[in-house]
């Protein structure tokens, strides 16, 4: 069945490749990456989504995605179209303050491209293939010339535009370009903006917003059937990050811990980037006794899971609050939910869903990286992948074309051939045994009609 599989998917790729000169690409593998911002991966647990839940059923569902420190929503949707973590790739935060140029980065300031080009994202890598083109609704950086490169159809990004227009504009692109758009990327900011405004465990207000955004998703799928597209494109849903709950009563104020004067914040909360105006270690001994539900770090001592130390735009000092606590400034408002947290909380992982030609029907998997989705999208497509840190092993199960052993299967064929060897083992040693074991004499008897050889 696996050399069938190959076969079939290496006289398809075969074909689709020998098409790219004509006028017809009808055989490009076309992939759409949709994010829902803020959606926990529990919520699917806690909330109906029959819309949602009708998508996995014919597809596959990734239970939690670990995404990358710090867990918010400009770093890990750039993890998740270029394969890297936040310290390779340079979008280290969604505020930001490079020392050399004097530069600073904020939501309301991304479009310099010098902060996006320390990596290439899957867009520009397949803009720049032959016959074929790249479109986004407002995915973050989409909308930057990257490497002097833009997808060929964007939306510049505006809150306010509804998530009908994106999708529209999406479809459209999807099934009326030339060359044809092979990859799309979608984006809508709920449910993190009511995660924020009311905490995930508001279940009557998230139960609403939750229903909206389900009821998006069935206005997707059901827009892409009239169309046309449905049945022949792969469809990812994802999210950048989770959410968690917090309080007032959970606040650490660093204005009770050192003068304000004595640093500048450029990141605050939940993970706070600090830049000290006076000596370092100074600034670091008065914040390391400031709260016990903040952890305080020296740029190179933050331990080496957040792979989050290896560039410049990572400052001098880093705070990470603990769960569900917020760092203050005496003037700041405090969110009901917010994420940036460590990354291992449960709280912090979004889910994964697709669907479509490439992937399988019905197969729920556990966990993945959130730097695994980038190279599974390449090879969906075809691409050549840029050095990442994903690893496409960890996503082979979910696509058609791979061969997958699961854990449990894998241990019943190796338990299976080691009984097949130890009993055909035993069969030879008892064959050798008889062969070599000594016949008792027996004597020679003549019938009565045998003539004998002397007589």
């Given at each position: 069945m696996f050399i069938m599989k190959s076969l079939i998917f290496l006289l398809l790729s075969g074909l689709a490749i020998g098409d790219r000169g004509n006028s017809s690409y009808s055989l490009l593998p076309k992939l759409l990456l949709v994010s829902f911002d803020g959606f926990r991966a529990d919520y699917l647990q806690n909330y109906e989504f029959p819309h949602l839940q009708n998508f996995i059923?014919?597809?596959?569902?990734?239970?939690?995605?670990?995404?990358?420190?710090?867990?918010?929503t400009f770093p890990n949707h750039y993890s998740i179209v270029t394969g890297l973590y936040e310290e390779s790739h340079g979008i280290v935060a969604n505020s930001m303050f490079d020392t050399a140029t004097k530069k600073y980065f904020s939501d309301f300031?991304?479009?310099?491209?010098?902060?996006?080009?320390?990596?290439?994202?899957?867009?520009?890598?397949?803009?720049?293939?032959?016959?074929?083109?790249?479109?986004?609704?407002?995915?973050?950086?989409?909308?930057?010339?990257?490497?002097?490169?833009?997808?060929?159809?964007f939306m510049k990004y505006n809150s306010s535009v509804s998530f009908e227009e994106r999708l529209n504009n999406i479809t459209m692109w999807l099934n009326n370009s030339s060359p044809?758009?092979?990859?799309?990327?979608?984006?809508?900011?709920?449910?993190?903006?009511?995660?924020?405004?009311?905490?995930?465990?508001?279940?009557?207000?998230?139960?609403?917003?939750?229903?909206?955004?389900?009821?998006?998703?069935?206005?997707?799928v059901h827009r892409l059937k009239v169309v046309g597209l449905w049945?022949?494109?792969?469809?990812?849903?994802?999210?950048?990050?989770?959410?968690?709950?917090?309080?007032?009563?959970?606040?650490?104020?660093?204005?009770?811990?050192?003068?304000?004067?004595?640093?500048?914040?450029?990141?605050?909360?939940?993970?706070?980037?600090?830049?000290?105006?006076?000596?370092?270690t100074e600034v670091y001994n008065k914040l390391k006794t400031c709260n016990?539900?903040?952890?305080?770090?020296?740029?190179?001592?933050?331990?080496?899971?957040?792979?989050?130390?290896?560039?410049?735009?990572?400052?001098?000092?880093?705070?990470?609050?603990?769960?569900?606590?917020?760092?203050?400034?005496?003037?700041?408002?405090?969110?009901?939910?917010?994420?940036?947290y460590d990354n291992s909380l449960p709280s912090m992982h979004p889910f994964l869903a697709a669907h479509g030609p490439a992937f399988h029907k019905g197969y729920k998997q556990s966990t993945i990286n959130v730097v695994d989705i980038y190279p599974m999208m390449c090879h969906i497509l075809r691409l050549k992948p840029h050095p990442n840190n994903g690893t496409f092993s960890h996503t082979k199960c979910l696509l058609t074309d791979q061969w997958c052993i699961s854990l449990p299967e894998a241990i019943g064929i190796?338990?299976?051939?080691?009984?097949?060897?130890?009993?055909?083992?035993?069969?030879?040693?008892?064959?050798?045994?008889?062969?070599?074991?000594?016949?008792?004499?027996s004597r020679?008897?003549?019938?009565?009609?045998?003539?004998?050889?002397?007589e």
């Open positions: 059923k014919e597809g596959v569902l990734i239970e939690q995605v670990k995404n990358v420190f710090i867990t918010k300031n991304d479009k310099d491209p010098f902060w996006w080009n320390e990596a290439v994202p899957i867009w520009v890598t397949n803009e720049l293939q032959e016959n074929r083109s790249s479109a986004a609704a407002m995915w973050p950086g989409s909308d930057v010339a990257i490497h002097n490169t833009t997808p060929s159809y044809p758009v092979t990859f799309a990327t979608l984006y809508w900011e709920e449910p993190d903006a009511s995660g924020h405004r009311y905490g995930p465990e508001d279940k009557e207000n998230m139960s609403r917003v939750l229903k909206e955004v389900d009821d998006l998703i069935g206005d997707l049945e022949n494109l792969n469809v990812i849903i994802t999210s950048d990050h989770g959410m968690t709950q917090c309080s007032e009563e959970r606040v650490i104020n660093l204005d009770l811990c050192i003068n304000h004067s004595d640093y500048t914040v450029i990141d605050l909360t939940p993970v706070a980037a600090i830049l000290p105006k006076i000596n370092r016990h539900h903040m952890k305080v770090y020296l740029k190179e001592d933050i331990p080496p899971k957040f792979h989050y130390q290896h560039n410049d735009r990572i400052q001098p000092i880093i705070l990470i609050a603990d769960e569900g606590w917020t760092i203050v400034l005496n003037n700041s408002l405090v969110k009901l939910g917010d994420h940036g190796v338990a299976g051939a080691l009984l097949i060897l130890t009993t055909l083992t035993c069969l030879i040693i008892v064959m050798q045994n008889r062969l070599s074991a000594p016949q008792p004499f020679l008897q003549l019938q009565e009609d045998d003539d004998p050889l002397i």
